[in-house]
Structures are given as C-alpha cells and as structure tokens.
C-alpha cells in the first residue's frame, strides 16, 4: 500500500453544517475500528435520510476538548439542507460557521494522527492558534477500505 501525503494546506471558512449519522461513544483505542463500521452503517442507510447534499461524501466531527458528556466521541454523518424525519436511530449535528486550517490524507485510517501532526505543526509555524474546545471536522471521499481512505482534515483555527 502506497502512502501519499499532500503537501498542500490552507486555511478555508465553513458555513453553518447540518449533519445526520450516528454518534460513536468508546474508549479511546477502539475508536480506530468503531468509526469504519460506522461509515459502513451509515453507507448501507442513507437511503433513509432525507435531503442529503451529497451521499458519496462523509463528514466525521469532534471536539478535541470537550466541556461536555454531550460533545464526547465521534459523530459519523452526512451532510444535509435541512433536518426533516430523522431515522429513530440516529442523531444531528449542527456545526456553526467556522475558520479551519486544512489538509488531506491519502492512506491508512492508523496513519491519520501523523497527517494531524504536520497540520499542527503548520498551524502554529503560520501563527495560527488551535480552538480545541470547538468541533473539528474530517471530510471523508472514501472510506470503505481502511487501508485507503482518502480525507481531509479540518482543523478548526482562530
């Protein structure tokens, strides 16, 4: 399996996103396995959601330092227009505007934290200062082989 990095990263502002998926909630070594079965739950049900902006997309949020039991883990989702007959089994998030500094990550789901690390350290050689307590986002283009996905990363920046 070829690991490719992507050198480039920027800084992007986000509008508001609504996202419908599932909340993953786990000790911290399996989030590594739970989230792709996640992924593979929410790909097998999207028929059930309505006004999806783009079902070949997945958004993956969190919040590095969560103040609250409400914001632990890890919400696996797509993007919709609007919320209307959530499925009983799933949740929403609503993710405000926000300033993200950004890259992308081609390769293994176990290798995600090195491509993090680059960013961090990107972000502060720029002067750019992390909100940890806000929610990061992952933009997922494929995830069903976890040995190849392809994401970006949002980091969400000052």
Same mark, same amino acid.
């Given at each position: 399996?070829?690991e490719?990095t992507?050198?480039n990263?920027?800084?992007?502002?986000?509008?508001?996103?609504?996202?419908?998926?599932?909340?993953?909630?786990?000790?911290?070594?399996?989030?590594?396995?739970?989230?792709?079965?996640?992924?593979?739950?929410?790909s097998?049900?999207?028929s059930?959601i309505?006004?999806?902006?783009n079902?070949?997309q997945?958004?993956?949020?969190?919040?590095?330092?969560?103040?609250?039991?409400?914001?632990?883990?890890?919400?696996?989702?797509v993007e919709?227009?609007?919320?209307e007959?959530i499925?009983?089994?799933?949740?929403?998030?609503?993710v405000?505007?926000?300033?993200?500094?950004?890259?992308?990550?081609?390769?293994? @789901?176990?290798?995600?934290?090195?491509?993090?690390?680059?960013?961090?350290k990107?972000?502060e050689? @720029? @002067?750019?200062i992390r909100?940890? @307590?806000?929610?990061?986002?992952?933009?997922?283009?494929?995830?069903e082989?976890?040995?190849?996905?392809?994401?970006?990363?949002?980091?969400?920046i000052?």
């Open positions: 399996m070829k490719m992507m050198e990263k920027t800084i992007k502002e986000l509008h508001e996103l609504r996202l419908v998926g599932f909340r993953v909630l786990c000790a911290g070594e399996q989030y590594i396995e739970e989230i792709p079965k996640a992924s593979l739950r929410l097998e049900c999207i059930e309505k006004h999806v902006v079902p070949l997945q958004f993956g949020a969190f919040v590095v330092d969560n103040d609250t039991v409400e914001e632990d883990g890890y919400w696996v989702c919709v227009k609007e919320f007959d499925p009983t089994n799933m949740v929403t998030l609503t405000p505007p926000q300033r993200y500094a950004i890259t992308r990550h081609l390769g293994p @789901n176990y290798q995600i934290s090195k491509e993090y690390n680059e960013l961090h990107w972000i050689k @720029n @002067n750019h909100l940890k @307590n806000k929610w990061h986002l992952e933009k997922f283009y494929s995830w082989d976890k040995e190849e996905i392809d994401v970006e990363l949002f980091d969400t000052k």
